[in-house]
């Protein structure tokens, strides 16, 4: 498998999908990550594809530490502070120089919650596994070499009364939903599984922009319904973040809204979240870009 891999996304539902042919795990609020864990080094991606190793030193330490070479993990990379997940911490972290980040480190460590694998040491590539398989494989996995924290598996269960208590009862702690993955599933990029999440914000993939791609102003967004909005404009923090992706997304052209406004188009972009009760405005209110 090569690096950069294309990765599995969730698409949101309203209501937890039940049946014996669904798994359900807490969705964890930090920063999509792929482990690579080569002959003598580790690799960490982001969820565009970028190589995001120097900011996240700390998980990429304790996966040459602790994992055998030739394992790709997916999950989360999640701060805690306070006793709960902080997004906020691992924004600030995935957006700082490597200095700032060895810094921030010393006092808020990283951890990688992994939720699925991709490639076994013992077994190559097993994406077309099925998901029950992937999970017998990636807990063998954290058995057999002792894996501790900072690197753990996410909790799973079959049993939707469980999964709606961690969606009910976890909030507080940085748990942001419920991720559902049919058992059966192989591993493929694109929205092949469900996810709840908490009602006050939706996704929304960007599709565009106005102003320049390194300063963009406002963001023109495909919302859940398929309906293109014109964001409200952009928080300077956000506006930094999301300028990296419409740098590297290469040429755009001119296209205009329903309602009329002129953008920008960019390439398959991020997602960003953006506040559920304004969705059904011409105007949209963005929160904070998102990762995973």
Request: charged letters at 20%; proline letters at 8%; aromatic letters at 8%.
């Amino acid at each position: 498998m090569d690096f950069p891999v294309a990765v599995a996304l969730a698409e949101f539902v309203p209501t937890l999908p039940v049946g014996t042919n669904w798994r359900y795990e807490p969705k964890f609020d930090g920063h999509r990550t792929v482990m690579w864990r080569e002959a003598s080094t580790v690799r960490l991606q982001a969820r565009s594809g970028r190589n995001v190793t120097p900011v996240w030193m700390d998980l990429a330490l304790a996966g040459l530490n602790m994992l055998p070479p030739d394992t790709v993990l997916d999950g989360e990379a999640v701060i805690y502070a306070d006793g709960k997940i902080d997004f906020a911490a691992a924004q600030s972290r995935a957006a700082s120089t490597p200095a700032r980040a060895r810094r921030l480190a010393e006092d808020l460590p990283a951890h990688f919650a992994a939720w699925d694998i991709l490639v076994h040491p013992d077994h190559g590539d097993v994406r077309a596994r099925p998901y029950d398989a992937r999970r017998a494989l990636l807990l063998d996995l954290f058995q057999e070499y002792d894996v501790q924290p900072p690197i753990q598996a996410v909790p799973m269960t079959d049993d939707p009364d469980v999964a709606m208590t961690w969606y009910q009862q976890l909030r507080e702690h940085g748990v942001e939903g419920i991720v559902c993955k049919p058992a059966t599933s192989v591993y493929r990029a694109g929205r092949i599984w469900k996810k709840v999440r908490h009602a006050d914000t939706v996704d929304a993939e960007i599709v565009g922009y106005t102003g320049p791609a390194a300063r963009p102003r406002a963001l023109v967004v495909r919302l859940p319904g398929g309906r293109i909005a014109l964001t409200q404009a952009l928080k300077a923090s956000l506006a930094a973040q999301v300028s990296a992706y419409l740098v590297a997304s290469g040429p755009s052209r001119s296209a205009r809204t329903r309602a009329g406004e002129t953008y920008r188009t960019t390439g398959p972009g991020p997602v960003v979240e953006v506040l559920a009760g304004t969705t059904r405005h011409a105007v949209v209110t963005p929160t904070r870009l998102r990762n995973s």
